[in-house]
C-alpha cells in the first residue's frame, strides 16, 4: 500500500513520534460524532504546524479498526459532498465546527451508511469527504481505533498520526 515508501509516525519539534492511532469510545445515546471533514481543521490547530512541515495534511486519508459495534445505529455516514464544492456559506460563523447548526445543514444532502464490522479496516477519505458517525443506541459503546495517514512531502515515507 506504500509503494516501498518508509511507514512511519511524524516526529514533533522535540524529535519524539506523533502517536499513531487513538481508541475512540463512543457512548449510545448521544450523537455520536458531528459532520466534518478533516481539511477544515488543517489551518485550526497549533500541533497542525509542525504537521504540516512534513506532511501532506490536506485531502489526508482517515481510518479506524472497528473494536466494538453498538447494538444500533453508529454507522459512519458519507456524505455526497466534498471539500472542493462545498458551498462558501458553510465555512462562516452560521455553521461552526462540531455543531448541530452544521449537522442540520447537511440533513438535505445524500449520504451513505456504512456499517464495518469488528475487525474491520476502513480507509476513506476524511480530509475531503464531510462525514460523520451518525447516532446510535443500545447497551454497548461503540469503539475503533484510528487515525489518519498521508505521504510526506519529500514522497519517501507513509505517516500515520493521531
Ligand atoms: O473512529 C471513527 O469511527 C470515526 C472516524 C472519523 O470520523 C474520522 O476519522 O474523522
Known sequence: MAGGRH???PATADDELYGASVIRVLKPG???LHVHAGNEFVNEYKS???LSQQTQLHDQLSFF?????P???G???LYDLEWGSTPDEVHTELYPHFSLERDRYFESIA???ITPQVGDLIFFAGGRIWHQVCPFDGKLDRITMGGFTSF???DHSLYFWS
Open 7 to 9: 511507514v512511519t509516525c
Open 30 to 32: 448521544t450523537l455520536g
Open 48 to 50: 497542525m504546524k509542525g
Open 65 to 69: 479498526v472497528v473494536l466494538q459495534v
Open 71 to 73: 447494538e444500533r445505529g
Open 75 to 77: 454507522e459512519l455516514c
Open 111 to 113: 449520504r451513505w451508511p
Open 152 to 154: 510526506s512531502h519529500d
